[in-house]
């Protein structure tokens, strides 16, 4: 059984910092796609970032950005501990959201549809 649990959300002022993890269980992590997305209220579940299986050398991977949130935003993955990371600096109160982790095997997409396996989410709140 597939099982994604996140943490390190929480309640963080404007300008600082957060990092997510993600653990993940039951599936082959080194082979899968691994994603966050967030959820703020009312609004739908939006793509954040992703990170792809290892490429042609061992620790190369292919990670991809939502546009808005490149560069203060980082996406990372330890497969040794089956863990996915999110580095979120300078934070804004829009950041404010339930973020998700999710895992697929068909490469980076970014749509909901597109992956398995989701976590609970964790809520990251910022305040102005």
């Known amino acids: 059984q597939v099982q994604l649990v996140e943490s390190g959300g929480g309640l963080v002022q404007a300008g600082g910092s957060l990092r997510l993890s993600c653990a993940a269980s039951?599936?082959?992590?080194?082979?899968?796609?691994m994603v966050w997305f967030r959820q703020a209220p009312g609004k739908e579940r939006d793509f954040v970032a992703a990170?792809?299986?290892?490429?042609?050398?061992?620790?190369?991977?292919?990670?991809h950005y939502a546009e808005s949130l490149k560069g203060r935003f980082t996406i990372s993955r330890d497969n040794a501990n089956n863990t996915m990371y999110l580095q979120m600096n300078s934070l804004k109160p829009e950041d404010t959201a339930v973020y998700y982790c999710?895992?697929?095997?068909?490469?980076?997409?970014?749509?909901?549809?597109?992956?398995?396996?989701w976590g609970q989410g964790t809520q990251v709140t910022v305040s102005s």
């Open positions: 999710a895992a697929g095997f068909t490469g980076i997409r970014l749509r909901v549809d597109d992956y398995n396996y």
């Open positions: 039951g599936l082959t992590f080194r082979s899968a796609t």
């Open positions: 990170i792809s299986r290892s490429g042609s050398g061992m620790y190369t991977y292919y990670t």
